[in-house]
Structure formats: C-alpha cells, structure tokens
C-alpha cells in the first residue's frame, strides 16, 4: 500500500500562483510514477500532470500546459504541482496518485494509489 498526503492548497485570486506537495513516506519512491488529478464539482476527475519514475519525462493535460509543472524530489518523496497563472476554472480539489513504474506514466487509468486530495479555490 503507498501512503500519499497532499497540501498546499488554499484561495487564491486569479492570475495567482500555488505549489502543491504530495509526500509519500515509507515506500520506494522512485519506483512510482506520480500523477496530478483534479475534480471540480458536479465533474468527473480529469487527468493534470504525471511524471515519470526518474523525472525525466512528464506530461500534461492541454488546459495546464505552460502554466503548470509537475516535479519530483526522491530525496524527500515529494513530487509537486506548481501552479501559475491560476483561472477559476482551475478551482477543484486536487489528487495526488501514482502507479508502479512496470508501464507507462501516459497510461492514466492504471494509477492505483490515490491521496485525499487538498482543496483549490482561485477567485475572479
């Protein structure tokens, strides 16, 4: 089982910046490809961010790409969300997942292990 605990969320007024954190202690953390989802409400979760194992490659979804970066320290276990240029329609909880490295860190469905999620709320 792999833990994962996010934070960072909060309001912010549009046009703003937030860093989210994903820690996830006790496990091999450079095993793990580790993804960004988010849920908006009366949505389903769509599909932010994920990187790859190693932190050499990533990949975003078209509506974030070029405002947000995803990374990863394995040192700390720690992957983030840096977020700028944040839109009201960027408001959505925000879950933290990731998967086994034995596939690809494209293959969104096959991420297993899921954090609670931290709340972003961007005003106009």
């Known amino acids: 089982q792999v833990q994962l605990v996010e934070s960072g969320g909060g309001l912010v007024q549009a046009g703003g910046s937030l860093r989210l954190s994903c820690a996830a202690p006790?496990?091999?953390?450079?095993?793990?490809?580790m993804g960004w989802f988010r849920q908006a409400p009366g949505k389903e979760r769509e599909f932010v961010a994920t990187?790859?194992?190693?932190?050499?490659?990533?990949y975003y979804a078209d509506s974030v790409k070029g405002r947000f970066t995803i990374s990863r320290d394995d040192a700390k276990k720690t992957v983030y969300l840096q977020m700028n240029s944040l839109k009201p329609e960027d408001a959505a909880v925000y879950y933290c997942a990731a998967r086994y490295y034995d596939g690809s860190y494209r293959s969104l469905s096959e991420y297993n292990y899921w954090g609670q999620g931290t709340q972003v709320t961007v005003s106009s």
């Open positions: 990187v790859s194992w190693s932190g050499s490659s990533t």
């Open positions: 006790g496990r091999t953390f450079s095993n793990y490809h």
